[in-house]
């Protein structure tokens, strides 16, 4: 298991991006299922592996309160889908705007063609 304390630590409430939440959990489901599928006929190794199994699941259950904690932090996430949709729609206007002052500073005749033109 990787050892990010910076990542996983709850106290730390620094912004993360989508990328840094760590969400790997079908590893130790993949775990979790095959050692519930084995069939052991000694009983000791029954034991033993529902010893295993448990501490497997409680692994999850810390991965599951980490990634929790993690998504918490991200930025955007305490927004609700109208405030989400009224931010893209500035964004949209801004965009439109910025091309459009783009293209009409394109399409403006330059100070050097103006000036050989006159000469």
Known sequence: MENNSEISD??????LTVQDVDVDFLPIVYEI????????HDNSAKARESQDCSQK???????????RSQIKRL???DYNKQDQLKQFEILRTQLRLKRELLQ??????SFETSFKSII
């Open 10 to 15: 709850p106290n730390n409430f620094s912004p």
């Open 33 to 40: 299922i095959r050692s519930i599928e084995r069939d052991f």
């Open 57 to 67: 699941v409680l692994e999850l259950q810390k991965k599951f309160d980490i990634a």
């Open 75 to 77: 930025p955007g996430i």
């Open 104 to 109: 009409k500073y394109r399409n403006m005749c």
